[in-house]
């Protein structure tokens, strides 16, 4: 039996009609940065090139055709969202006893996530006596290394602090990617043999905004002055390659303060809030290579505790649980 022309064409026409009509009204609307579901292949609504993203808000993002410079920002620091398969982490040494620390990634699907180290890691030793930085064998990894010889350029050039020289400058970074080199320590622990040089003199700058945030990173690693706002004595930026294992590090840029800060090159009749910059340096080297900040227990404890105080040296070298952070990224 058939249907007549006419009517198999009404038919067919209706049921067009409400094909469409449910299509339209069941189109899910976009989520939100953030929230599970945002459609793949779409940037979330507000993120827009200037967008500032709590960790909340950048967990489970999807960068599958987004093209952003939006920063995610927490404890005064700041990742723009790096492009898939790479990330970057953010280490900040404060003189106030807070922690800086953000680590952005973007997987190879284009998914972000955000790994923030909060003060439960860096808690105070209930006595600081009972533990010294050549008793504590303790450390944090970020989870990426080196697979490849680094070096570092020193910016020795611009916006330098008036009494630390362009020789010097270039000394004490030096001094520093030695340190972590060799593995440098008072505790009598045997030497190690980390990659890396240094080449002074470099016209480049670190990708690092006024808003002490990581910016798009090049293929240099340099090591500058530069200001950063609040109570932040230096700022590295690590980025990385997402792969099996250790991610590998691609490039590191460190900068330290020269906005408010009084540096000096010996403690040697040091007071007030003055701050030994060669400390400084090598702590913020030590991020450059992979290590994560250790558990601070005050006083003269591990060069990777997350405080560096007023005229306070004991940052020139490693303790036992940093000369172990480095010997598990860079076997002997």
């Known amino acids: 039996?058939?249907?007549p022309r006419m009517k198999w064409s009404r038919a067919v026409t209706l049921t067009l009609a409400v094909i469409a009509t449910v299509s339209l009204t069941a189109t899910p609307a976009l989520a939100a940065p953030g929230a599970p579901g945002a459609k793949p292949g779409v940037c979330p609504p507000g993120l827009t090139q200037s967008a500032t993203l709590s960790p909340a808000q950048a967990r489970g993002v999807d960068l599958t055709g987004c093209d952003t410079e939006a920063t995610v920002v927490v404890d005064g620091v700041g990742v723009e969202l790096p492009a898939p398969g790479t990330g970057v982490a953010a280490f900040g040494v404060r003189s106030d006893g807070e922690e800086a620390s953000l680590i952005v990634t973007t997987d190879a699907a284009g998914r972000v996530d955000v790994r923030v180290e909060g003060q439960a890691a860096t808690t105070k030793a209930t006595s600081a006596a009972a533990v010294t930085r050549c008793t504590d064998a303790s450390y944090a990894l970020m989870g990426a290394k080196w697979y490849s010889t680094p070096t570092y350029r020193v910016n020795s050039a611009e916006r330098r602090p008036s009494n630390i020289t362009a020789s010097r400058w270039n000394a004490?970074?030096?001094?520093?990617?030695?340190?972590?080199?060799?593995?440098?320590?008072?505790?009598?622990?045997a030497a190690i043999h980390a990659p890396g040089t240094v080449a002074t003199g470099s016209g480049t700058d670190a990708n690092i905004t006024t808003a002490n945030a990581c910016a798009t990173p090049d293929t240099y690693s340099t090591v500058d002055f530069g200001s950063l706002s609040g109570s932040l004595l230096g700022l590295t930026c690590v980025a990385f390659t997402v792969r099996s294992g250790h991610d590998q590090i691609v490039a590191a840029d460190t900068r330290i303060d020269n906005s408010s800060r009084a540096w000096v090159y010996t403690t040697t009749g040091c007071s007030g809030a003055r701050y030994d910059l060669l400390s400084t340096t090598t702590h913020e080297i030590g991020h450059a290579y992979g290590l994560n900040h250790a558990v601070e227990r005050g006083g003269s404890?591990?060069?990777?505790?997350?405080?560096?105080?007023?005229?306070?040296?004991?940052?020139?070298?490693?303790?036992r649980g940093d000369l172990a952070g480095m010997v598990a990224l860079y076997p002997r």
């Open 172 to 189: 004490i970074v030096t001094a520093a990617v030695g340190t972590l080199k060799t593995g440098k320590n008072t505790c009598g622990l």
């Open 1 to 3: 039996m058939s249907f």
């Open 301 to 319: 404890d591990l060069m990777m505790s997350p405080v560096i105080t007023s005229c306070n040296a004991s940052s020139r070298t490693l303790g």
